[in-house]
């Protein structure tokens, strides 16, 4: 109960596909976690318990999802630093998601939240526990045909999904939005950033509005436990399920299973 994790959300976490007892994309996870813990001043260095923990967590997990949680420990009233505290670690692991084949053959149908995302650069790019904004998005559908709601901030900029990272392909380049304000930068989004620079393709990290989305050429979406869902439908405007959005998914999978 006294855990600041569970007071004030003051920690971070990161949410792992593990894939024939392999955590997938563990390396990148772990750089995500640590500058987040960097930024939250929580000072965490048990890195190597952390991975022996994990390795034997999933060991015998096929197909799941490993949940690393990371608090800065228990603490007494107040939101003042006890620089001493010993921050705490939780591993769980969940059975993992899963969705009809159409999500990635056919695209998903997804929808514009209300729920407006907080600016806040200190914070912004980590996975804090802070999530309310996500969870009252959430609430605002509850049509199963829909799989997805993009997120905006206070300037009418498109920021991401729900659980989602967010691109754009318009003539050939895709676009992301900028996340410098507010936002997660999920690991998928910047493995997928990578395989389409080196695939050949302009990759810009810009403000986007919703505007902008409806003009795209091509729509998808991504993170680490679904990688690449294209989007067929956002509200009323319909999109093409491109060769780039193919593509990308093709050489994803070739490398799925890579650690």
């Known amino acids: 109960m006294l855990d600041r994790g569970f007071q004030y959300g003051d920690g971070l976490f990161e949410t ?9 994309y563990w390396q990148q996870h772990i750089n995500r976690l640590m500058t987040g813990c960097e930024q939250l001043k929580i000072p965490f260095t048990e890195i190597d318990s952390l991975q022996n923990e994990a390795k034997k967590l999933c060991g015998q997990v096929d197909d799941g999802v490993l949940k690393i ?10 939101y003042a630093i006890n620089h001493s505290l010993d921050a705490n670690r939780v591993l769980a692991i969940f059975p993992a998601p899963h969705y009809p084949d ?10 514009v ?18 999530r309310l904004e996500q969870v009252m998005a959430r609430t605002e559908w509850n049509d199963s045909s829909i ?15 729900t659980m989602t990272n967010v691109f754009s392909v318009r003539d ?9 304000r507010c936002g997660v930068k999920g690991v998928m989004r910047e493995h997928v ?3 389409a620079t080196n695939e050949g393709h302009v990759v810009r990290e810009i403000d986007l509005t919703l505007d ?6 091509e729509l998808f979406v991504c993170n680490s436990l679904i990688g690449i869902w294209p989007v067929k439908q956002l509200e009323t405007q319909c999109f093409t399920i491109g060769p780039i959005s193919q593509h990308l998914q093709k050489v994803l999978n070739g490398k799925v299973y890579a650690t």
């Open 147 to 161: 799989r997805e709601g993009l997120m905006m901030d206070a300037h009418d900029n498109i920021i991401e999904g």
């Open 172 to 180: 050939n380049e895709l676009m992301t939005p900028n996340l410098s």
């Open 16 to 24: 792992i596909r593990v894939v024939a007892g392999h955590p997938q």
């Open 193 to 195: 950033t990578e395989m």
């Open 102 to 111: 159409e999500c990635w053959t056919a695209g998903i149908v997804a929808r």
């Open 113 to 130: 939240c209300q729920t407006r995302l907080g600016i806040n650069p200190a914070l912004a790019g980590i996975k804090h526990l802070n």
């Open 212 to 217: 902008d989305l409806y003009q795209s050429d």
């Open 69 to 78: 949680t990371i608090t800065r420990g228990v603490g007494g009233r107040g």
